[in-house]
C-alpha cells in the first residue's frame, strides 16, 4: 500500500461592511430544523441557484510571488496561507519546507523553520493554523507533530502525535482548538480482499474519526467513526479513484465540523466533543455526469500520454470503471470557517491523476452558524480560496506556467 499515496489524496470574518446584519431575502424560509435523536437537523431548502452569486474584483489589491523574500524559488509549491487580525499573512512555502511572514503591506518580514527533522523544522507542512496573539500552529504529516511558532520570535515548542505505529494511530491532520486543546483527524484502512483475476475493480475504503487530544497531545475524547476516501482495489492492487470523496474538517471557536463529503451534509461537535447538529442540503447534491467522467479522463489521458506506453494508457480504465464510480457526485472538497464563523463550503473537484496539483474548486456556498444559505461565490479558474477577512479574500492563484502567488481581492456582490 502506497501511503503517500493515500495521503496525499486526502488532502487542509465576512465582515459587517460585506454582510453583517443583512441575511438574503429567502433566509428566513430557507431551512427547516428538526431533532432526530436529540440531534439538532437543519435542512436547507432552497436551491443554490436562488441565492445571490459574489464574485472577485476584476483585479487584486495585493500579489504576492515570493520574491519579495529574496529567493527566486519561494512559493513552489504554495500551501496553507492564513491571515491574522493584524493583516499579517503567512504562507507555507512548501518547495522550501517553511514558512514566509508578510505584513498587510505585503512586505516579507521574516521566514519560519527550515527543511529537517529537528524542532523548528519541516518534513512536510500539512496544515497552518493561528491562535490569539502571534502564536503560528503547523502540523507536519510525516514527522506526526504539531509546532507553535512565535511570528516575530520563531520556533516555540512542540507536540508529538505519534501515538503508536499502526495506521490507525497515525495522523492525516491535526489543528489546535481553543487555546489548549488539539484536534487530529485520524484514517484507518478496512482489511484488504483478494480480488480474483478478471473480477474487475472493487472499492477498499477507509474510516475516519477525529480525536480531541491535551496540550501534551494525550487522547481526551473521540468522534463518531465516518466514512473516508477510498482507493481501487484489483488484482494488481490499489489504484487511486478520482471521484473518491474527500473527508473534511473545519475548526471554528466553538465547534469543530467534519463529514465524509460524499453528500452535502456538515456534522459539528460541540465543546464537550460530542455530536451536536449537521446541516443538509439536498438541492446541492448532482448526479455524476457521463460529460464530466469523460473529461476528466481526457485531462487524464493528455498529461500521462508522454510519460506511459499505450499499454499504461489502457489501464486507466479501471479507474474510471461505470462499477466503481457514484451514482452522485461527491458533494464537498473543503469547508473553511470565516472570522464570524460562517462556513464556507467549496464543491468537489475530482482528483486529477499524474498532476503535481490539485485542481480547486470554483464554486463555494456561504452558510451563516445557523446553517442559513448567505450566497454562492463564484472564483475564476485555478483560483484557490485559502482565507476569509471581511470584504476580502486570499487566494492562490496558478497561470499557464504552473507558476503561483498569493493575492488579495475584494468581493464583489450584486
Not at 87 to 103: E, H, K, P
Not at 138 to 163: E, K, M, P, Q
Amino acid at each position: 500500500m502506497r501511503l503517500r499515496a493515500v495521503w496525499a489524496t486526502v488532502f487542509s470574518a465576512v465582515g459587517a461592511g460585506l454582510m453583517a446584519g443583512c441575511e438574503p431575502p429567502r433566509a428566513a424560509d430557507s431551512v427547516v430544523v428538526s431533532d432526530s435523536a436529540g440531534l439538532r437537523v437543519t435542512t436547507i431548502t432552497v436551491p443554490p441557484t436562488d441565492l445571490e452569486e459574489w464574485t472577485l474584483a476584476p483585479t487584486p489589491e495585493l500579489v504576492i510571488t515570493g520574491a519579495e523574500s529574496g529567493d527566486s524559488a519561494a512559493l513552489a509549491p504554495v500551501g496553507s496561507v492564513r491571515w491574522d487580525g493584524s493583516g499579517d499573512i503567512i504562507i507555507a512555502d512548501l518547495g522550501a519546507s517553511r514558512l514566509l511572514v508578510y505584513d498587510a503591506a505585503g512586505t516579507f518580514v521574516q521566514p519560519l523553520g527550515r527543511r529537517g527533522d529537528g524542532p523548528g523544522e519541516f518534513r512536510s507542512i500539512s496544515a497552518v493554523s493561528l491562535m490569539p496573539g502571534d502564536t503560528v500552529v503547523t502540523f507536519d504529516g510525516s514527522l506526526r507533530r504539531l509546532s507553535y511558532w512565535h511570528r516575530r520570535n520563531g520556533f516555540a515548542r512542540s507536540v508529538s502525535l505519534a501515538a503508536g505505529a499502526s495506521l490507525d494511530a497515525w495522523p492525516a491532520d491535526a489543528w489546535p482548538w481553543r487555546d489548549s486543546m488539539i484536534v487530529v483527524l485520524q484514517l484507518a484502512i478496512t482489511p484488504k480482499d483478494s480480488v480474483p483475476a478478471g473480477a474487475g475493480m472493487r472499492r477498499w475504503p477507509m474510516r475516519a474519526h477525529l480525536s480531541l487530544r491535551d496540550r501534551e497531545g494525550a487522547v481526551v475524547a473521540t468522534s463518531p467513526t465516518f466514512p473516508g476516501m477510498y482507493t481501487g482495489l484489483s488484482e494488481e492492487g490499489d489504484t487511486r479513484l478520482p471521484f473518491s470523496n474527500q473527508p473534511f474538517v473545519a475548526i471554528g471557536r466553538d465547534r469543530v465540523f467534519f463529514g465524509a463529503g460524499e453528500d452535502y451534509r456538515i456534522s459539528s461537535l460541540a465543546p464537550e466533543f460530542r455530536t451536536e447538529g449537521e446541516f443538509r442540503w439536498p438541492a446541492a447534491d448532482e448526479t455524476l455526469s457521463a460529460a464530466e467522467v469523460a473529461a476528466v479522463r481526457a485531462e487524464t489521458e493528455a498529461v500521462l500520454r508522454a510519460r506511459l506506453p499505450p499499454e499504461r494508457l489502457r489501464r486507466l480504465d479501471q479507474n474510471f470503471a461505470p462499477e466503481i464510480l457514484p451514482k452522485t457526485r461527491p458533494a464537498i472538497g473543503r469547508v473553511l470557517v470565516d472570522q464570524e464563523d460562517r462556513l464556507w463550503v467549496e464543491r468537489f473537484e475530482a482528483t486529477r491523476l499524474g498532476t503535481r496539483t490539485q485542481k480547486p474548486g470554483d464554486r463555494w456556498t456561504v452558510l451563516l452558524p445557523n446553517g442559513r444559505p448567505v450566497a454562492r461565490v463564484r472564483l475564476p479558474s485555478n483560483t484557490r480560496l485559502e482565507a476569509v477577512q471581511g470584504q476580502r479574500v486570499l487566494v492562490v492563484q496558478r497561470d499557464s506556467l504552473d507558476t503561483e502567488t498569493v493575492a488579495r481581492y475584494d468581493i464583489r456582490r450584486p
